[in-house]
Nanobody
Framework: QVQLVESGGGLVQPGGSLRLSCVAS????????MAWFRQDLGNEREFVAG????????HYADSVKDRFTISKNGAANAVYLQMTSLKPEDTAVYYC????????????????WGQGTQVTVSS
């Protein structure tokens, strides 16, 4: 069974930065698509950023495109989300998700996800 473990969340002031990490317990294959979703209290999970493992193709939500960067480290079996210029509206639980390789903004299309890491942006 695949396990995904997120880390790196915390409390940060507006304009600050955080780097989230997601480590997979199993091997990530080239066709796999890894994504970050987030969910604030009372809202549905929304797509934040994603990367095709083999090709490295990335996708971003418009709301974070100029501020967040998704990346991978094959040797570490990990995917990262570098977040800069954080805003209060970025506050949410961030989840790492693994799918079969296709780009999708729908949470229901993913097979695995972690327990999430809390990001709170507040002064």
């Amino acid at each position: 069974q695949v396990q995904l473990v997120e880390s790196g969340g915390g409390l940060v002031q507006p304009g600050g930065s955080l780097r989230l990490s997601c480590v997979a317990s199993g091997r990530i294959f080239s066709s796999t698509y890894m994504a970050w979703f987030r969910q604030d209290l009372g809202n549905e999970r929304e797509f934040v950023a994603g990367i095709r493992w083999g090709a490295g193709t990335t996708h971003y939500a418009d709301s974070v495109k100029d501020r967040f960067t998704i990346s991978k480290n094959g040797a570490a079996n990990a995917v990262y989300l570098q977040m800069t210029s954080l805003k209060p509206e970025d506050t949410a639980v961030y989840y790492c998700d693994q799918g079969r390789g296709g780009y999708s903004r729908m949470f229901s299309t993913y097979e695995y996800w972690g327990q999430g890491t809390q990001v709170t942006v507040s002064s």
